[in-house]
C-alpha cells in the first residue's frame, strides 16, 4: 500500500488493466445535533494553508487522510481511509478542567465528561460547541498561524 501507483490485471491474465494510486483527501468537520457532521473532498497534499481559504462557513475543524484507490474500466474501487492526521481546529480556545470550572461552573455535563473520559483539555470550537483536544491536534488561526498544539497530553504547547 506504500506505492503511489499499481498496475494490475493484464499481468494476472484478466485483460482490463488497473491502476491504484494513493489519493490525499481533506475531510471538514461540522456542528451536528448529536455527533459532527463531515463532508470529505480529494486534495493534492496535506498543506492546511491551501485547505483554510477554502474551509465552509459553518466548518470547525478539519483533517487529512488517505484512502488507495483503484480504476478498474469504469469503476473506481476505494479502499480503507488510512493515514488520519490530527484534527486542525481553526479559531478555536483550548480550555483546561480548571478553565472549564472557572469560566463555566454551571456546566456540570462538560465537567463530568472531561473527569470521566479523563480528558485533560478540550477545545472550544468558533462554532461553540466542545470537542476533546488530543495528541496530534492543533489550533490554527484562518491566516495559518498555530495558536496550540497537542504535542502530548501532558504537554500543551500554546503559542
Known sequence: MGQPTREMGKK???GTKTVAKTQTYVEYIFPGSLFCETWKRPVKGR???LVLPKLPVNAFAFRFFE???AKHGNKLLRGERENDSGTFFVDAEVMTLEDVNAKMPEAGTLIR???GNMWEVIVKTRMGNFQ???KGDCILRRDG???AAAKNLKGLERK
Do not use: I, Q, T
Request: no cysteine.
Open 145 to 147: 498561524k498555530v495558536l
Open 132 to 134: 476533546p483536544f488530543e
Open 12 to 14: 494476472a491474465g484478466m
Open 113 to 115: 465528561n472531561m473527569e
Open 67 to 69: 484512502r488507495v484507490e
Open 47 to 49: 498543506d492546511p494553508l
